[in-house]
């Protein structure tokens, strides 16, 4: 069922529900939608104020997307506390860690595509993970 503001040729003001667009029609055509202040039978559809979307509205995708930048952001923020920056000096550190060299930590940092293959080579676990900027 679909309510439709409506107006009536004397300008009052009424709602009415209907199965669809062509009930409607049909009913107004067949002058049995009647105004019920005045009785007038010549009715026009309002703009109606409301506006009922699916499930794939504009709203829950925004919704949808605030809670994955939300997401982002803690385990971004999780990166920040939890390992320790190293930059460039990435695969030299996490190669001696793997060596037994250097006491294990969680590193976090860059590495070329020549040292990732050297890390994979020599067994190395590590992950790529690309943050995205944030405006504010």
Not at 21 to 45: H, M, R, W, Y
Not at 87 to 97: M, V
Not at 109 to 118: I, L, P, S, Y
Request: glycine share 6%; with cysteine.
């Amino acid at each position: 069922m679909i309510v439709y503001e409506l107006k009536c040729g004397n300008g009052h003001r009424f709602e009415a529900w209907f199965k669809d667009i062509s009930a409607f029609e049909e009913q107004k055509t067949n002058k049995e939608v009647a105004c019920p202040v005045c009785g007038n039978t010549d009715i026009s559809l309002m703009l109606s104020p409301v506006a009922i979307r699916g499930k794939e509205t504009q709203s829950s995708s925004e919704k949808s997307r605030r809670e994955a930048l939300q997401t982002i952001r803690k385990v971004k923020e999780y990166f920040e506390k939890n390992f320790e920056e190293v930059g460039d000096k990435f695969s030299e550190i996490a190669l001696r860690i793997h060596r037994g060299e250097e006491e294990p930590r969680n590193i976090k940092g860059v590495a070329t595509e020549a040292q990732e293959e050297t890390l994979r080579e020599e067994g190395v676990q590590y992950i790529k993970i690309a943050f995205p900027k944030y405006d504010s």
